[in-house]
């Protein structure tokens, strides 16, 4: 028993450290492609960043400290609760920047000839800082108090310097982890995120059937042929985070509602692994279904991995820019009477009119 104990802990912690590699090299290639290619500079591509940079910090920090933690080392209540505590944040740090790329679909397609006048980069920019924000209040929510040590005291399952074998179920209340955070900050803004997408595919289908456009306007289908090639790759990093963080939210409502339930000890450190491997398969998602993404990829990657001289990237209109107005397209349509042009004499005369020029016409000769 004690063996298959220490072969089950080794495999994982096996896994956790090819997830972690994985993890911080994708991630930093991300917004090393982010830096190198213009066109990736807008304000999807910010939210895309601040998703990369929680990601990069799972690998180099969380698995890390799941490691430790797995290893059930005696600690400090308070030290093994910060460490707790810093998963949660980037938890929930990637979730809400999942929540702002979807909003930022949304506008982009429910306006997109006043989308650059409404989302401005510094609005993005705010609005990352608010989702770090409040990832660190729902996530630093536990170190002021509603976490396990008061049940450990009443238990008597604590020492008085308050050392204790630090697990993640010793520090964090699942009552927390339950109603605070999967029932009010995950579950909620998946559910929203899934509406706001069925919504983005709704509006792209409508205008991509709407015969004002297939028939004579190229450039609204090209721009919502792109916004539904993009939205369909987002959303895949949806229903992967979505795959990947359910599995142990739903493993702690089983011990919150059902702590006589058996619960099989191999599907914990499965469901802690998916979380954390969450966090290496944006990156590829991006490499495999962003044109943009892939070629920044490769010119990394054979510039600075393999050593050879590449050609600088091409600067990319972004094809994402402000859809053309149909109304101002038809104006200027090839039906509208055109003016007819007079370049000025340089010698400064009025040019002749009509019947000047037939009266100056050379007589025939006799």
């Not at 090819?18 to 290639?29: K, Q, R, Y």
């Not at 989302?119 to 409040?134: D, E, K, M, N, S």
């Not at 993404?293 to 600088?312: L, M």
Request: with cysteine.
């Amino acid at each position: 028993m004690l063996g298959a104990a220490l072969s089950t802990q080794s495999v994982y912690i096996g896994m956790e450290v090819i997830i972690a590699v994985a993890s911080v090299i994708g991630n930093v290639m991300v917004v090393w492609a982010v830096k190198i290619n213009r066109s990736l500079r807008d304000t999807t591509f910010c939210f895309i960043v601040s998703l990369a940079l929680a990601d990069i910090a799972v690998g180099a920090l969380v698995i890390p400290l799941a490691i430790t933690i797995s290893i059930g080392l005696q600690t400090h209540f308070y030290s093994c609760l910060l460490v707790a505590c810093t998963m949660l944040v980037l938890t929930q740090s990637s979730i809400l920047a999942l929540l702002a790329i979807a909003i930022d679909r949304y506008l982009r397609v429910k306006i997109p000839t006043r989308y650059k006048q409404v989302v401005t980069t510094r609005r993005a920019g705010l609005a990352v800082v608010i989702c770090w924000t409040v990832a660190f209040i729902v996530g630093l929510t536990p170190m002021l108090g509603w976490n396990n040590l008061s049940h450990l005291q009443q238990n008597s399952s604590i020492s008085s310097d308050l050392v204790i074998t630090c697990q993640f179920e010793n520090v964090i209340s699942m009552d927390y982890m339950v109603y605070f955070n999967f029932f009010g900050w995950v579950l909620p803004p998946l559910l929203l995120m899934l509406g706001i997408y069925a919504e983005i595919f709704y509006m792209i289908h409508k205008q991509l059937n709407n015969k004002k456009f297939t028939t004579s306007h190229t450039d609204p289908n090209k721009y919502y042929d792109k916004e539904l090639n993009l939205a369909k790759s987002l959303a895949l990093v949806l229903f992967l985070f979505a795959i990947c963080w359910l599995p142990l939210h739903i493993f702690n409502c089983i011990t919150l509602f059902c702590p006589e339930c058996q619960k099989p000890i191999v599907l914990l450190p499965i469901a802690i692994s998916l979380t954390h491997g969450n966090s290496a398969v944006n990156p590829i998602v991006y490499a495999f279904r962003i044109k943009r993404f892939r070629t920044a990829f490769r010119k990394i990657w054979q510039q600075y991995f393999c050593c050879k001289d590449t050609p600088p990237l091409e600067i990319q209109h972004s094809d994402r820019k402000v859809m053309p107005n149909p109304e101002s397209q038809q104006a200027a349509s090839p039906q509208a009477p055109q003016k007819k042009i007079i370049t000025p004499d340089p010698t400064g005369q009025q040019p002749p009119s009509p019947e000047q020029q037939q009266d100056q016409r050379p007589e025939p000769p006799q």
